[in-house]
Protein backbone atom coordinates (compact mmCIF):
# COMPACT_ATOMS: atom_id res chain seq x y z
CA UNK A 1 0.00 0.00 0.00
CA UNK A 2 1.41 3.57 -1.28
CA UNK A 3 1.84 5.95 1.46
CA UNK A 4 -0.98 8.04 -0.34
CA UNK A 5 -3.24 5.45 -0.13
CA UNK A 6 -2.75 5.38 3.93
CA UNK A 7 -5.85 6.30 5.91
CA UNK A 8 -7.38 6.11 9.30
CA UNK A 9 -7.26 2.36 10.27
CA UNK A 10 -4.46 1.68 7.60
CA UNK A 11 -1.73 -1.11 8.68
CA UNK A 12 1.86 -0.24 7.72
CA UNK A 13 4.11 -3.18 6.89
CA UNK A 14 1.47 -5.12 9.01
CA UNK A 15 3.01 -3.65 11.97
CA UNK A 16 1.87 0.40 12.75
CA UNK A 17 -1.55 0.97 12.38
CA UNK A 18 -2.80 4.74 11.57
CA UNK A 19 -5.35 6.75 14.40
CA UNK A 20 -4.87 10.00 13.54
CA UNK A 21 -3.11 12.44 10.63
CA UNK A 22 -2.03 15.55 10.22
CA UNK A 23 -0.91 17.13 7.47
CA UNK A 24 1.21 20.75 7.52
CA UNK A 25 2.04 22.67 4.73
CA UNK A 26 5.11 19.78 3.53
CA UNK A 27 4.68 17.26 6.30
CA UNK A 28 2.59 14.91 7.36
CA UNK A 29 2.85 12.78 11.12
CA UNK A 30 1.08 9.71 11.49
CA UNK A 31 -0.24 8.77 14.76
CA UNK A 32 0.45 5.16 14.83
CA UNK A 33 0.05 2.25 17.07
CA UNK A 34 3.00 0.02 17.01
CA UNK A 35 1.94 -3.20 17.59
CA UNK A 36 5.45 -5.05 18.22
CA UNK A 37 6.98 -2.74 20.72
CA UNK A 38 2.99 -2.12 21.99
CA UNK A 39 3.31 1.80 21.87
CA UNK A 40 2.32 5.09 20.26
CA UNK A 41 4.46 7.23 18.17
CA UNK A 42 4.33 10.13 15.78
CA UNK A 43 5.55 9.14 12.31
CA UNK A 44 6.55 11.95 10.50
CA UNK A 45 7.72 12.45 6.41
CA UNK A 46 7.33 14.15 4.00
CA UNK A 47 4.18 14.53 1.94
CA UNK A 48 4.44 12.26 -1.62
CA UNK A 49 4.32 15.87 -3.77
CA UNK A 50 7.39 16.99 -1.99
CA UNK A 51 9.42 13.89 -2.81
CA UNK A 52 8.39 13.90 -6.22
CA UNK A 53 9.40 17.44 -7.25
CA UNK A 54 12.69 17.20 -5.69
CA UNK A 55 14.48 13.46 -4.82
CA UNK A 56 17.68 14.92 -3.06
CA UNK A 57 14.67 15.57 -0.38
CA UNK A 58 14.45 12.20 0.97
CA UNK A 59 18.25 12.04 1.55
CA UNK A 60 18.32 15.37 3.49
CA UNK A 61 15.74 14.26 5.24
CA UNK A 62 17.27 11.44 6.43
CA UNK A 63 20.71 12.83 7.21
CA UNK A 64 18.58 15.10 9.23
CA UNK A 65 16.06 12.23 10.75
CA UNK A 66 19.39 10.61 12.06
CA UNK A 67 21.16 13.78 13.30
CA UNK A 68 17.41 14.27 15.49
CA UNK A 69 17.82 10.22 16.42
CA UNK A 70 21.12 10.51 17.71
CA UNK A 71 20.60 13.88 20.26
CA UNK A 72 21.12 12.52 23.75
CA UNK A 73 17.71 12.14 25.79
CA UNK A 74 16.35 15.40 27.12
CA UNK A 75 13.03 15.78 29.00
CA UNK A 76 12.25 18.90 26.64
CA UNK A 77 12.90 17.41 23.28
CA UNK A 78 10.65 15.19 21.41
CA UNK A 79 12.79 12.14 21.52
CA UNK A 80 13.42 10.80 17.79
CA UNK A 81 13.76 7.07 18.21
CA UNK A 82 14.56 6.00 14.42
CA UNK A 83 14.25 6.60 10.66
CA UNK A 84 12.26 3.63 9.06
CA UNK A 85 12.16 3.42 4.93
CA UNK A 86 9.05 2.50 4.12
CA UNK A 87 7.95 1.54 0.07
CA UNK A 88 11.11 3.95 -0.98
CA UNK A 89 9.63 6.44 1.22
CA UNK A 90 11.68 7.62 4.63
CA UNK A 91 9.77 8.04 8.04
CA UNK A 92 10.73 9.56 11.36
CA UNK A 93 9.41 7.66 14.56
CA UNK A 94 8.61 9.66 17.57
CA UNK A 95 7.69 9.86 20.91
CA UNK A 96 3.77 10.83 21.03
CA UNK A 97 3.53 13.53 23.21
CA UNK A 98 -0.12 13.35 23.54
CA UNK A 99 -0.98 16.73 25.32
CA UNK A 100 -1.27 18.96 22.19
CA UNK A 101 0.93 21.55 21.19
CA UNK A 102 1.20 24.67 23.09
CA UNK A 103 -0.91 26.88 20.26
CA UNK A 104 -3.98 26.88 22.75
CA UNK A 105 -2.49 27.82 25.94
CA UNK A 106 -1.59 31.42 24.69
CA UNK A 107 -4.14 33.75 25.58
CA UNK A 108 -6.84 32.91 28.70
CA UNK A 109 -4.90 29.92 29.75
CA UNK A 110 -1.39 31.96 30.81
CA UNK A 111 -2.89 35.32 31.14
CA UNK A 112 -2.00 36.53 34.30
CA UNK A 113 -0.06 33.32 35.05
CA UNK A 114 3.53 34.98 35.02
CA UNK A 115 5.68 31.87 37.26
CA UNK A 116 3.66 29.53 34.78
CA UNK A 117 5.11 31.12 31.63
CA UNK A 118 8.49 31.56 33.00
CA UNK A 119 8.40 27.86 33.72
CA UNK A 120 7.31 27.18 30.32
CA UNK A 121 9.76 29.34 28.64
CA UNK A 122 12.84 27.91 31.41
CA UNK A 123 11.71 24.55 29.76
CA UNK A 124 12.19 25.66 26.44
CA UNK A 125 15.61 27.06 26.71
CA UNK A 126 16.97 24.00 28.59
CA UNK A 127 15.60 21.95 25.37
CA UNK A 128 17.46 24.47 23.03
CA UNK A 129 20.48 25.11 25.31
CA UNK A 130 20.59 21.09 24.72
CA UNK A 131 19.99 20.82 21.29
CA UNK A 132 23.05 23.55 20.53
CA UNK A 133 25.31 22.05 23.18
CA UNK A 134 25.05 18.68 20.80
CA UNK A 135 25.63 20.28 17.44
CA UNK A 136 22.44 21.72 16.10
CA UNK A 137 23.08 25.40 14.94
CA UNK A 138 19.46 26.18 15.00
CA UNK A 139 15.97 25.68 15.07
CA UNK A 140 14.70 27.85 12.31
CA UNK A 141 10.60 27.49 13.09
CA UNK A 142 10.67 28.15 16.43
CA UNK A 143 6.28 28.89 17.07
CA UNK A 144 3.91 27.33 19.56
CA UNK A 145 3.06 24.42 17.28
CA UNK A 146 6.39 23.35 17.18
CA UNK A 147 6.45 22.98 21.33
CA UNK A 148 4.54 19.91 22.17
CA UNK A 149 3.18 19.61 26.23
CA UNK A 150 2.96 16.39 27.78
CA UNK A 151 -0.30 15.72 29.91
CA UNK A 152 1.85 16.75 32.86
CA UNK A 153 2.75 20.18 31.69
CA UNK A 154 6.42 19.51 30.35
CA UNK A 155 7.29 21.25 27.35
CA UNK A 156 8.54 19.19 24.39
CA UNK A 157 10.47 20.97 21.41
CA UNK A 158 9.82 18.98 18.14
CA UNK A 159 10.18 19.59 14.46
CA UNK A 160 13.74 19.99 14.32
CA UNK A 161 13.98 20.48 10.24
CA UNK A 162 15.54 22.99 8.27
CA UNK A 163 14.29 22.44 4.89
CA UNK A 164 17.46 24.25 3.09
CA UNK A 165 19.73 21.31 4.25
CA UNK A 166 21.63 22.99 7.24
CA UNK A 167 23.14 20.99 10.13
CA UNK A 168 19.47 21.26 11.68
CA UNK A 169 17.41 18.63 12.17
Not at 91 to 119: A, H, N
Request: proline share 4%; net charge neutral; with cysteine.
Amino acid sequence: MASRDWTIGSRIKNRWQIHDIKRGGMGVVYIVYDHEWKEAFAAKTFQDEVFERNPETADRFIKEARAWVNLDLHENITQARFVEDIDGKPCLFLEYVSGGDLSPWIGPRLTGKQPEVIGLAIQFCDGMTHALSKGIKAHRDIKPGNCLVTEGGTIKITDFWTGKGSQRC
